[in-house]
């Protein structure tokens, strides 16, 4: 199984989850792959280092991919879509705002993240709604501990067929249709 994460990396987006995660899919016997696609904050580079060295500790740095900050996004895309799932185990929950959920909601495949802050928070975005509410998304409460993270990676995986994606260039035509007719209303007014 191969988990991917893409984006930045600090402390709310939990990256001992990802690896915690990891090693719980191994203790079950399950041969899995992280894939990581982006990096730490330049500023805090002992981040890295805590990371790799977490990952040695747990006995999953064999399993770990991390390819970094990929510029080019034909690459970048390319390689996400290598993915079996996608682990994004936010503190503050799944919202509309994450970019790195913006982006992997563009491939049709599973994904695992945290129970969204507010029960409306798609509701003003129909197609993230319909990715969040496929069945081949599981959304864990944000205190999930690894092993139940472990769950919802393989449940999510077994649903793998009816994944959707989403057309993110389709949502800012629709984002820039709604800002003018915001805006002919005012001139009427």
């Known amino acids: 199984v191969v988990i991917a994460y893409f984006g930045v990396l600090y402390a709310s987006k939990r990256p001992d989850v990802l690896l915690r995660t990891t090693r719980a899919l191994h203790q079950r016997g399950v041969k899995a792959r992280l894939l990581i696609c982006g990096d730490f904050l330049w500023d805090k580079p002992r981040d890295r280092e ?5 990952a040695s500790e747990l006995g999953v740095a064999d ?3 991390f390819r970094g900050r990929i510029d080019d996004e034909g690459e970048l895309m390319a390689t996400l879509s290598a993915a079996d799932v996608f682990l994004l185990p936010f503190t503050d929950g799944i919202s509309t705002r994450r970019g790195s959920f913006q982006a992997v909601s563009q491939l ?4 695992v993240s945290t ?3 507010r029960q409306d ?9 319909a990715k969040i ?3 081949a998304t599981v959304l864990c409460p944000v205190d999930a501990t690894p092993e139940r993270f472990a ?7 077994a649903r ?11 949502l800012w035509d629709e984002a820039a249709l709604a800002h003018l007719s915001f805006y002919e209303q005012l001139q009427k007014a």
């Open 50 to 54: 805590a990371f790799l060295a977490l």
């Open 63 to 65: 399993w770990l991919d």
């Open 108 to 111: 049709a495949i599973p994904l």
């Open 115 to 117: 129970e969204a802050e």
């Open 121 to 129: 928070e798609f509701a003003l975005a129909p197609a993230l709604k």
């Open 133 to 135: 509410e496929n069945p």
């Open 151 to 157: 769950d919802a990676v393989l449940a999510a995986q």
């Open 160 to 170: 793998k067929t009816e994944a959707i994606g989403v057309d993110l260039a389709r």
